[in-house]
């Protein structure tokens, strides 16, 4: 259980990059990536969620 929250703590900081990599498109003179941004927004926020939810009910297992 260790390993697959911290992969979905990985995979949460993964995908919030790849909303900046949409966002910052404009900043190299192209129009913003709403579709990387979005994706990235709803995984990061989806990753970041489900491991601190698993994370809360397994806890007990982290301390021991």
Same mark, same amino acid.
């Given at each position: 259980m260790r390993l697959f929250i911290t992969t979905l703590s990985l995979l949460s900081i993964i995908s919030f990059g790849y909303a900046l990599a949409g966002y910052g498109t404009s900043l190299m003179?192209?129009? @913003?990536?709403?579709? &990387?941004?979005?994706? %990235? +927004? @709803?995984?990061?926020?989806?990753?970041? %969620? +489900?491991?601190?939810? +698993?994370? &809360?009910?397994?806890?007990k297992d982290f301390f021991d």
């Open positions: 003179g192209n129009e @913003i990536r709403f579709d &990387y941004v979005v994706s %990235g +927004l @709803i995984g990061g926020f989806f990753c970041g %969620g +489900l491991a601190m939810f +698993l994370w &809360y009910r397994h806890r």
